[in-house]
């Protein structure tokens, strides 16, 4: 299962579709030249290809296991985690004051990509660390700061994120562990949560959760909710890990994939704990987590995607078929128009959601070095896109990938089942895939729908410019952001649970519209000659776009004929 | 993981929908009265809700093993087996005069659909035996029909298909598999075969393969193949199994899903088989086999999502959620829109592919029974969009399932996972998705488009008719039929090639505006008030039915951009 890293394809969005020379144009990230990038990249690829890669199989084959309470993970990762941490990988858009290289998120985005395409369960476990970073540089005491940055800058310790408890899952508002104040500025913080991911490992000198609980005053609902920052180890007067904290991993889940990584249930027994953020204010410093990590899973989604779309093109260029359907052909299934249909659409949907999340990487750092609300909102309007449909691009490509295979697919020594065994989660968790379109029909939506249409303005007006080289796909991407224009306005005209009904249809209509824009956006970069990445185009804007009218006729749809069917309709 | 027999639904559908009536008509079928049908489906539903549900979390693990050569299947198959032989349940539509119950192939699917839900890789052991039961009736000599079709009829033998090897998978016609006349009328098979289903078990008294083999005068590709019974235990004089013939299990796969199905590699030594069917005469007499075994596994993936579907609605049910959106709600997730909007996705998707599969059944009962040219036409359209429509619902649906989950979607204790997994190779065997696809564009339109614009004025007809008490939605129906004439005409004036690169979408289309018009007709039989199944075809037109348009959109491209997109594009 040999990986390559797509650096042409970085390389390539970056310079033409993401407009990335903004983000290097910034004081802020004036290191990130082209060179440094491209050499940063490189780097990761290598070790992506020669080291995550390997592992893929093996965090399948012989999954992380508990033992006497201990957490014993997959032969192997601990020494590539190594490699990880000490190349720098675990947070290279970090503050450089702890150590990070401060380098623009779009480019950790591309290295999350690479590295989820080569080992996703190991992977997920920096993917945590990152986002636990990004909260504590937002909310944290600079003591806090000082004591922890370093160390999980660093990769010496890894971070979790503990929100869900069995009763409160995405009514995270129900949860009912506990924090109870000390007297010495620390609190006790007793409860169970489940579904952490790398609750554990036996690689990282300390593990620091990040716990949602509430306080003895603190109200019912989200409203009542802190934040707190609660070590495995308890850090000595130096900073090194002293005493063990009353907590610990109660079992490991037994998943359907991503077996590498371990999924813990959590027990909090009074444990001590520091509150990161106000009281109360622990959704709101969650959030801010949370949202890197929607980016990241959406990203995860597409490494996937990426990975399975090498290993079935891979296999199509060398399975031998009889009668080839085309003169000249290679012999090879690829010959036949409906696996070459099943890559493109492997390609084609891996480029329209690469092209999102870089997008909205580059508004998350230009949001950052220029303070400019209009990149802010941008951002966030992007980012249930980005999740939602990186997510579903990995496992709809993966599922592709095993039909590619035929027969093959099915057996797990081929590795192409794995992909889709391990990519599935990720459209449950950070935020299933319901509540990103919820999040984006709802909240995103408060502005009634401006940002949404500044967005659908730039399409069209890529499109207009487009107009002159390759007329008839602008026209239909034009079309295509006129009718989501459309659809946005009847959208905001409804009430909020006619909105939610529609929302998944309305989610997807909007990134096949934005991933018909970036792909114009490629061909029209790649000049009236015409190339691959035109041909590519093409392919989506005529066939997989037109779905969005379908999408769009969805959302319109409303609450009322859901609710009509009742649940006695349901269960007749 | 409780199930329930669908019973009311197969009942309305064989009455309203898929006018069984006339199979019931029929001399040849005039015993399947509704009472007996009634009584006959009852009777299979306890069995699948109270033998076979509780077996299907023991198959995924304790999958089948093979130990020194001797398969061992999962603790509780061979007694549930016996219960299935011994109830006649193995072969109902079988021919009386070999013990037979001489029932309805429309009484078999449905039966079928109940047995998949319940326990999917104990079922595909009787799917199979039906299928070697069909073949050898039709084209066995009077001998071995005497000698086997008892046997395997009572359950007491089982049968396989043995089809593929390493390198003839979709391209059958590569096999190498060679059979030599032995000069007693017996021929010895040589070769080794993949992927076969139940190719051995530790409860029936025999193993009969039906193996596909080239004579020594055999052409190259399809045309120079034939068809042999090679039994486990060649039958003494008394007809009961003697001597072990040369041929052995040599491997089980490692799949990702439906573990309690041993899926074997066979090998053959010379050992002793009987032809089949005319030298050189393999294929046709395989393909009877195989039509039969289409509308099977499409029903698989009918029953699998039956049974996801019931789980994932029993889980929103019971799920607590603190905020319900709506007055009077129940306060369980299935109060929430979107929640609601995948439950009646599963639901109606479901419903659209069970009518669609006992459409077909009743086409070949009437084929059967009447001998009528149009009955087989129709049988012959309908099998694969029965055959892709099936699996891809029961994906689809397995896949939605998990989703309403949640997390504990992706926990393997959870049950929901296995559907998906154990279903998704329902859309690679017995043909791919992409070969039913090209079967329908190909060879089942090699009549110019006759029979499905036949099919499409049948759906117009019954649009027509509905106009006056379900206006809007037969407007809807009626439009999307229009469209798939048009998109019929565009499809065969194309040349083979430009049809197959469209064909796996306009497949997709065909069903979506098949599963319409059986969604209106039981509208329409519910009458003027109004009910569940109205209110559930009103979600499909509404809401799943606009999707045919993008689809004949990408069904109408040809295959020029896809050759377009060369091997190097592909890899860049």
Same mark, same amino acid.
């Given at each position: ?44 690829? +290598?070790? /992506?290809?020669?080291? #995550? ?12 296991? $508990? ?51 080569? /080992? #996703? ?15 504590? &540089? ?39 562990? +506990? ?13 169970? +949560? ?32 802190? #934040? ?29 994939? #991503? ?56 296999? %199509?260029?060398?399975? +031998? ?15 036949? %128009? ?38 802010? %909102? ?74 949404? /249409? ?31 224009? &459309? ?26 519209? $934005? ?33 969005? %009218? ?23």
């Amino acid at each position: 299962m040999p990986y390559r890293a797509p650096l042409a394809d970085f390389r390539f969005i970056l310079d033409h579709v993401a407009g990335f020379d903004a983000v290097a144009a910034t004081e802020l990230f004036a290191e990130a030249t082209p060179e440094t990038v491209e050499a940063i990249l490189g780097e990761a690829g +290598k070790l /992506c290809e020669n080291v #995550l890669a390997p592992l893929q199989r093996e965090g399948d084959l012989k999954p992380a296991t $508990l033992e006497n309470g201990v957490v014993r993970t997959t032969p192997g990762f601990a020494e590539a985690y190594r490699q990880i941490a000490e190349g720098g990988w675990v947070a290279i858009s970090a503050d450089p004051e702890h150590g990070g290289m401060g380098l623009p998120l779009t480019v950790a985005t591309a290295v999350n990509d690479m590295m989820s395409a080569a /080992c #996703l369960s190991l992977q997920l476990n920096p993917l945590m660390t990152q986002g636990q970073i990004e909260a504590l &540089e937002h909310h944290a005491s600079e003591e806090l700061k000082a004591l922890y940055l370093p160390k999980l800058v660093s990769g010496e310790w890894c971070g979790t994120m503990n929100l869900t408890e069995p009763q409160a899952g995405s009514d995270v508002g129900a949860l009912r562990s +506990k924090a109870e104040p000390n007297g010495n500025g620390t609190y006790a913080i007793t409860g169970q +949560k489940v579904f952490i991911s790398w609750g554990d490992n036996d690689f990282s000198e300390n593990v620091c959760h990040l716990v949602l609980a509430r306080l003895p005053d603190g109200a019912p609902g989200t409203k009542g909710i802190s #934040l707190f920052l609660v070590p495995k180890f308890i850090p000595d007067e130096n900073g090194n890990p002293g005493r063990r904290n009353s907590l610990g991993v109660v079992s490991l889940e037994h998943k359907m994939g #991503l077996h590498g990584s371990p999924t813990a249930v959590m027990q909090y027994d009074g444990a001590t704990g520091w509150m990161v953020g106000a009281p109360h204010g622990g959704m709101k410093a969650m959030f801010t987590m949370m949202n890197n990590a929607r980016l990241g899973v959406g990203v995860q989604g597409i490494g996937v995607a990426e990975g399975a779309y090498q290993h079935a093109l891979a296999y %199509a260029l060398d399975r +031998k078929q009889g009668n080839t359907p085309v003169e000249g052909g290679s012999g090879t299934i690829v010959d036949h %128009a409906d696996v070459r249909r099943m890559l493109a659409t492997m390609k084609a949907e891996t480029f329209a959601a690469r092209a999102i999340a870089l997008n909205l990487a580059v508004a998350l750092d230009m949001a950052r070095a220029t303070g400019e609300a209009d990149w802010a %909102a941008r951002a966030a309007l992007l980012t249930p896109i980005a999740k939602a449909y990186g997510t579903d691009t990995g496992i709809n490509v993966a599922s592709l990938g095993m039909q590619v295979h035929g027969g093959m697919g099915f057996i797990e020594e081929t590795g192409a089942a794995q992909y889709l065994r391990d990519v599935r989660v990720t459209a449950i968790y950070e935020g299933t895939n319901g509540i990103q379109a919820m999040d984006l029909v709802g909240r995103k939506m408060m502005d009634n729908g401006e940002a949404a /249409c500044r967005q659908i303005e730039e399409i069209q007006t890529g499109a207009e410019a487009a107009r002159a080289s390759l007329p008839a796909l602008a026209e239909d991407v034009w079309n295509a952001a006129e009718a989501m224009r &459309e659809g946005t306005e009847a959208l905001v005209a409804q009430g909020l649970n006619d909105r939610f009904a529609g929302a998944v249809p309305f989610l997807r209509a909007f990134a096949l519209v $934005l991933g018909a824009h970036y792909h114009l956006r490629a061909a029209v970069a790649e000049g009236t000659q015409g190339g691959p990445r035109t041909r590519l185009a093409a392919f989506f804007i005529k066939r997989l776009l037109p779905e969005h %009218a379908a999408l769009l006729a969805h959302a319109r749809e409303g609450a009322a004929d859901l609710y009509a069917l009742s649940p006695e309709d349901l269960s007749a």
